[in-house]
């Protein structure tokens, strides 16, 4: 893949993989894969939401190439940590369909989904992004689930059965403990980048909404942290992780985001959490948070 294009066979049955050029201008092209025929576990209950996978023809590549090209860019924004994780877990894209608008009238392609497996280590799973900085986010989200996944190969962080019974404000359903600690880690993640974000915006616009991301994130980590600390099920390593999760929502703090932000974010996690407690908590007994 010398020329950031595909890779090279003479055998005639040989049909190239696409690459995008390397995040850092020295580094190696990274696989787009379009072809791959057992790219995409179908049906995958991890993923239910997850459009299918693209076949990209030539311009659909060069959306790709022009994105990705300023995403190294935007990630910066968020710590040069950002980048560096990225160069060292990435290793293979995967292109989805746009996922449908969001009406069931509406037959425009509109939004974005994203996914990591956790057998395919450094293979991320992404509709065409719509822009650099919504791409470096969708990259902190989903490295955040293939570094954690990697660490629950490595240790025991808790003991709790895949009963799903917790809230948390970004899904409509009970999560598992499991994937509660999963979603903490990436959200927190989110609320940390674009803090930063936030922090280094020249422009008042772009300034403001990375201020309103980051209180979303953040009031939606704390309506679940109380489960995750209260937790019986935690090793003492696990205690330790979540412990350090606290301490980076609590270290927030010292660059709060404007008030009206944070107001607002708050009363969208009350709004859903009163909108789950009626739907699942009976079923429940009562909203695990």
């Known amino acids: 893949m010398a020329d950031g294009v595909g890779a090279w066979s003479p055998a005639p049955a040989w049909t190239p993989a696409r690459a995008l050029p390397g995040l850092l201008p020295e580094g190696p092209p990274l696989p787009l894969d379009d072809q791959d025929p057992y790219r995409v576990a179908h049906a995958a209950p991890r993923h239910p939401g997850l459009s299918g996978p693209a076949v990209l023809d030539g311009a659909a590549h060069e959306q790709w190439s022009r994105t990705w090209s300023k995403t190294a860019d935007a990630l910066?924004?968020?710590?040069?940590?950002?980048?560096?994780?990225?160069?060292?877990?990435?290793r293979c894209l995967v292109p989805l369909a746009q996922p449908p608008g969001p009406?069931?009238?509406?037959?425009?392609?509109?939004?974005?989904?994203?996914?990591?497996?956790?057998e395919a280590f450094?293979?991320?799973?992404?509709?065409?992004?719509?822009?650099p900085v919504t791409f470096a986010a969708t990259l902190v989200h989903?490295?955040?689930?293939?570094?954690?996944?990697?660490?629950?190969?490595?240790?025991?962080l808790h003991r709790?059965?895949?009963?799903k019974r917790y809230f948390a404000p970004w899904r409509p359903d009970p999560r598992p403990y499991d994937g509660l600690v999963q979603g903490v880690y990436s959200h927190l993640a989110l609320a940390d980048f674009f803090q930063r974000c936030a922090l280094r915006a020249e422009r008042p616009a772009h300034r403001a909404a990375a201020w309103a991301r980051h209180a979303?994130?953040?009031?939606?980590?704390?309506?679940?942290?109380?489960?995750?600390?209260g937790s019986p099920d935690l090793t003492?390593?696990?205690?330790?992780?979540?412990?350090?999760?606290?301490?980076?929502?609590?270290r927030m703090a010292e660059h709060p985001a404007p008030r009206e932000h944070v107001v607002r974010a708050e009363a969208q996690v009350t709004a859903v959490r009163d909108l789950w407690t009626r739907r699942h908590g009976a079923a429940l007994g009562r909203p695990h948070h």
Do not use: I, N, W
Not at 104 to 117: F, I, L, Q, V
Not at 122 to 131: V, Y
């Open 76 to 90: 910066r924004l968020g710590g040069e940590q950002r980048v560096a994780e990225a160069v060292a877990l990435l």
């Open 103 to 118: 009406g069931p009238d509406d037959a425009r392609e509109t939004g974005s989904c994203s996914g990591t497996r956790r």
């Open 122 to 131: 450094g293979a991320l799973l992404s509709s065409r992004p719509p822009t």
């Open 142 to 156: 989903e490295l955040q689930h293939t570094k954690l996944s990697a660490l629950g190969d490595m240790l025991v």
């Open 160 to 163: 709790a059965g895949p009963r």
């Open 216 to 229: 979303r994130y953040r009031a939606q980590v704390a309506a679940a942290l109380p489960a995750l600390v």
């Open 236 to 250: 003492e390593r696990g205690r330790r992780f979540v412990d350090h999760l606290v301490a980076t929502h609590e």
